[in-house]
């Protein structure tokens, strides 16, 4: 699913979504995704199907609820994976050609109506192994004080952040939970496993306080 495609005559299967590839005369391939159609002419670049943060509508934040809440001791740490939602991207070379959500897709105000942020919205489990999900979560929840912390949801930005992948799975890149007086989200820019490849350079986001924790 996600990486180099052949540009030829194929349905390439996204989840919920297919794209249909359709080999013209010369060197022009037709794409076409339900109503998007673009015809591509071959070059030197990579044909890519890559993971994308699932902003939707334009969102910057990812908020996601722990179907069960979690309780930390002091100075202890936790790590385990969410299920998340992503975006694709579909990449003619260095250009986006295509960008679409897979699933359904949910939105929330995180915080007051004059103060909160919009965000995606997605329910999880905590899981100690990667879940069988398109799109993953490595989560490292972190109490640094002297005081027993309660986690029941993650808000993190995700607004070009960079996505690792393998073949059917993607992953955001490292979160880190501070649950300190206010809870802080870091986006590390650091990939959850060695292994997987990045979409592009991968670069740290701002922490982002979780004024409502």
């Known amino acids: ?18 794209i249909h590839l359709v080999e013209g005369s010369g060197d022009k391939i037709l794409y076409r995704r339900d109503g998007t159609r673009i015809l591509i002419k071959r070059g030197r670049g990579k044909f890519l199907i890559l993971p994308a943060p699932a902003e939707g509508y334009g ?22 994976y969410l299920s998340a939602p992503i975006d694709i991207s579909v990449r003619s070379g260095d250009l986006e050609i295509d960008r679409f959500t897979v699933g359904r897709e949910k939105y929330t105000l995180y915080g007051e109506k004059t103060v909160g942020v ?29 005081s027993w912390k309660l986690v029941e949801r993650i808000v993190f930005p995700i607004r070009d952040s960079v996505m690792f992948y393998e073949e059917n799975r993607a992953y955001y890149p490292l979160i880190i939970l501070l649950t300190k007086e206010i ?12 292994t997987l490849k990045p979409t592009h350079e991968a670069e740290p986001l701002p922490n982002f306080r979780m004024r409502w924790s």
């Open 183 to 194: 809870y802080e989200a870091n986006n590390t820019g650091n990939p959850p496993d060695g």
């Open 118 to 146: 919009i965000a995606r919205y997605h329910e999880s489990d905590f899981h100690e192994k990667p879940p069988d999900s398109p799109g993953i979560v490595k989560l490292v929840i972190h109490n640094p004080t002297e």
């Open 59 to 80: 969102v910057k934040f990812l908020f996601i609820r722990l179907s069960e809440r979690i309780a930390i001791p002091p100075k202890e740490r936790l790590v385990g």
């Open 1 to 18: 699913m996600f990486g180099e495609h052949e540009l030829k005559t194929q349905f390439i299967k996204i989840m919920d979504k297919k």
